[in-house]
């Protein structure tokens, strides 16, 4: 029976994946855990939910004793923009925070998983088709982070046999809770502001193609790859994974098919348009496909049309 730890469960992958944890692996196997906990979350009121401050390493350990845990998702950390604007900071949880993970997993022989981004590639790195194994060589705190990460995670399986996994998140598009301070928050914000004012101005520009995803498919790919069996994984650095390269204009287009006189006009924000232009166009999933079938149902189309769905539902 799998006992799971979430950390930043309140965060926009946590609130989507607990709750399918939840569902999938019985509400006492899972506990959420964050530095928040706002009155009303379904996240802490639908099951166990403590508070955690992951740079507190015996705060972890104690959690993980107990409930007698035995995997770690490991999700808190800052996004990009907000990595940006507070750089030491980034660095004392996203690296502080998986280092304490890390060690407790390593300790307790846990099974560990913590999302690595596209974040991790850089100016240098090939930027069409970018493959799994590159040069990364990323100019932003974030991809910094996200890089040594990945880095740390291999050693820790390399050096002690701990089962860490991991995938390169690209824009994750959702609609239970809000992305907190990354480059493509636009990509979310653009479908709320739809229904709501017919119109979005997009701080990224025309024409900067980034690679998204939908929740559900990031969900899947979690679970997915957290079941693979151990032997079917040659790549133990963190797997590209994406289902689409899209830039401002498409959405738009989509978005049109729904609500026609929709309206995209840009204000760019010169910080987060240099982030975007340091990151790749388009990845290469091959490997996750090949080795843990990872294989995303959302093409833009279907995203937005679910989105637009859930959101006016929740009006
Ligand atoms: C961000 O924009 O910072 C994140 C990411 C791609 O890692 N959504």
Known sequence: MKKILITGALGQIGTALTARMREKYGTENVLATDIHKPEGSTVVENGLFE????????????????YKIDTIIHLA??????????????????????????????????????????????????????????????????GVTKVSGELLCDYYYHKFNVDTRSVR??????????????????????????LEQNAYTSFIDRGTYMDMMYMPDAVEAIIRLMEAPVNQLINRNAFNVSAMSVCPED??????????????????DPV????????????????????????PKYTLERMTADMLEKLNKKK
């Not at 975007?276 to 990845?283: M, T």
Request: one cysteine or more.
């Open 272 to 295: 987060r348009q240099s982030i975007a232009e340091s990151w790749p166009n388009s990845i290469d999933t091959t490997c996750a496909r090949k080795e843990w079938n990872f294989s």
């Open 77 to 142: 950390a800052l996004l990009s923009a907000v990595a940006e604007a507070k750089p030491q900071l980034a660095w004392e949880l996203n690296m502080g925070g998986l280092m304490n993970a890390l060690e407790v997993a390593r300790i307790h022989n846990l099974k560990f998983f913590t999302p690595s981004s596209i974040g991790a590639f850089g100016p240098q790195t090939p930027k069409d088709q970018t493959p799994q194994v590159t040069l990364q060589r990323p100019t932003t705190m974030y």
């Open 169 to 194: 998140f690209p824009g994750l598009i959702s609609y239970e809770a809000l992305p907190g301070g990354g480059t493509t928050d636009y990509a979310v914000d653009i479908y709320y502001k739809a």
């Open 51 to 66: 508070y955690l401050d992951v740079t507190n390493y015996t705060a972890i350990e104690e959690l993980v004793e107990k």
């Open 251 to 268: 959405f738009e287009k989509a978005i049109q098919k729904h609500i026609p006189d929709f309206k995209l006009s840009f204000e760019v």
